[in-house]
Antibody, heavy 124, light 109 residues
Framework: EVQLVQSGGGLVQPGGSLRLSCAAS????????MTWVRQAPGKGLDWVSV???????YYADSVKGRFTISRDDSKNTLFLQMDSLRAEDTAVYYC??????????????????WGQGALVTVSS | SSELTQDPAVSVALGQTVRITCQGA??????PGWYQQKPGQAPVLVIF???HRPSGIPDRFSGSTSGSTAFLTITGAQAEDEADYYC????????????FGGGTKVTVL
């Protein structure tokens, strides 16, 4: 059974740092795309970052240069290092397995498994 | 602002059919994913590709696309289908970024 278990949320002051973890079971993180998504209080889903199996990473403009996605293949765990945090980064952060494939010859992208979420609050 | 546009809210009578729309240029190139999110819970994938359902998703959920619009249809809506629904796809500019629609709140009357 595919499962993603998150840890690491909490309260941090503006300008501070926090690292989120996402431990996977039932599949291998290093051979999959993995994504972080966040959801500010009362708002919609907002894509944050993806890491490809080969290690290539991409970020939303809103977090580029401040957040770093990485993984530890020996622990089958995904991370999100968040630096220079701002009040507007306050959100529930979800990790998800990111799937890319072809269906009837047409490319498709979707997130098929999600972690339970971790609340990050940036406030003084 | 989101590159995928959804109506903020829609209502449906119990047992009736509701169609949720998602519009965006990227949908001309990529099939979307659709997610159901209930309060306090993580999103759950309900449709991927054009109309593929993950294991455990009832067959009253279906998907389709037409040009730059994707549709999620719930046929015979149940009380437990009341939730927020989001579409997602890849960025339309060719960058390998992902995007979400703003979400549609479905109320079952």
């Amino acid at each position: 059974e595919v499962q993603l278990v998150q840890s690491g949320g909490g309260l941090v002051q503006p300008g501070g740092s926090l690292r989120l973890s996402c431990a996977a079971s039932g599949f291998t993180v290093s051979t999959n795309y993995m994504t972080w998504v966040r959801q500010a209080p009362g708002k919609g889903l907002d894509w944050v970052s993806v890491i490809y199996g080969g290690g290539t990473t991409y970020y939303a403009d809103s977090v580029k240069g401040r957040f770093t996605i990485s993984r530890d293949d020996s622990k089958n765990t995904l991370f999100l290092q968040m630096d220079s945090l701002r009040a507007e980064d306050t959100a529930v952060y979800y990790c998800a397995r990111d799937r890319e494939g072809y269906i009837s010859g047409w490319p498709t992208y979707y997130f098929d498994s999600w972690g339970q979420g971790a609340l990050v609050t940036v406030s003084s | 602002s989101s590159e995928l546009t959804q109506d903020p809210a829609v209502s449906v009578a119990l047992g009736q059919t509701v169609r949720i729309t998602c519009q965006g240029a990227s949908l001309r190139s990529y099939y979307p994913g659709w997610y159901q999110q209930k309060p306090g819970q993580a999103p759950v994938l309900v449709i991927f590709g054009q109309s593929h359902r993950p294991s455990g998703i009832p067959d009253r959920f279906s998907g389709s696309t037409s040009g730059s619009t994707a549709f999620l249809t719930i046929t015979g809506a149940q009380a437990e289908d009341e939730a927020d629904y989001y579409c997602s796809s890849r960025d339309s500019s060719g960058n390998p970024l992902r995007v979400f629609g703003g979400g549609t709140k479905v109320t079952v009357l």
